[in-house]
């Protein structure tokens, strides 16, 4: 995997969603990997027996329309669940286990490994046995006890922090050796950030660091890249949102629209 900037990357949130299509499965993802998408974002979490699955915790109700705790259901019960869709019908889609959803994308594609925070030790040890540790991508908040548990068990596996409105960590991370820091995940509410000026994205990039952007939005009320985001270039003009983005000099782009950001970026010369 080569980190130094060559393009624009495109990264499918939970996959390819819609219609019958739950994310975090295998039909998403594979739907992603067919449209374009170059890192596929999925969730962990952990049953009470100590198994990785591919899930995101807390949204329960949501995904499988039952008000349980998957974190308190051991392995053979989780086995047993079924995703539903919009419309609250149950699909054919289960949950999988990590180890299996990780063999399925092996060579395929970049894998962020989202939630990894929750259980750093034991996923880092899953990629570290079947040996894609040049394939994915962890995240922590920036604080310095996740530095340090990610310099312990994941030294050698490409790590982004995630900074909020500010970075107050990337001249401290190029100190750290024992960390494989490649960029870091922004996120911030306004567009006249810190971390949307061009003299922090210049000093970045310097560094030989990637800058990851979230054109999803999950609510209003909580931007995670200014006024900008997927609704806007969907149903208004994509050159003031990825467009936006492009020029401005961010090197990924999460979205919920992988085949639009694609076609999008193909045809600018992205």
């Not at 790590?159 to 990337?170: A, L, R």
Request: charged share 30%; aromatic share 10%; proline share 4%.
């Amino acid at each position: 995997m080569n980190e130094t900037k060559k393009r624009i990357l495109v990264a499918a949130h939970m996959g390819t969603v819609g219609g019958n299509i739950p994310g975090n499965t295998r039909a998403s993802f594979e739907i992603a990997l067919r449209q374009g998408a170059d890192i596929i974002e999925l969730d962990i979490t952990k049953s009470a027996d100590g198994r990785l699955f591919v899930f995101h915790p807390g949204t329960e109700k949501k995904r499988l329309g039952m008000d349980v705790d998957i974190r308190r259901m051991d392995s053979k019960e989780i086995e047993r669940l079924h995703f539903v869709n919009p419309d609250m019908a149950p699909t054919a889609h289960t949950v999988a286990y990590l180890a299996d959803m990780l063999d399925f994308l092996r060579d395929r594609c970049i894998i962020n490994l989202d939630k990894y925070f929750d259980n750093p030790a034991e996923i880092s040890s899953l990629v570290h046995d079947m040996k894609i540790q040049d394939q994915v991508y962890i995240k922590t908040p920036a604080t310095m006890d996740f530095f340090d548990k990610v310099a312990e068990v994941a030294g050698d596996i490409p790590y982004m922090p995630v900074v909020y409105e500010k970075d107050e960590c990337f001249r401290y991370l190029a100190t750290r050796h024992d960390i494989r820091c490649v960029g870091v995940e922004a996120v911030f509410s306004r567009d006249d950030s810190m971390l949307a000026s061009d003299e922090y994205i210049e000093e970045m990039h310097r560094l030989g660091r990637l800058l990851w952007i979230n054109s999803i939005r999950f609510s209003d009320a909580s931007p995670l890249a200014g006024s900008r985001c997927d609704d806007n270039a969907m149903y208004g003009d994509p050159d003031e949102v990825w467009g936006w983005m492009a020029k401005k000099g961010f090197d990924i782009i999460q979205t919920d629209w992988t085949l639009p950001l694609c076609t999008y970026l193909r045809m600018k010369g992205y």
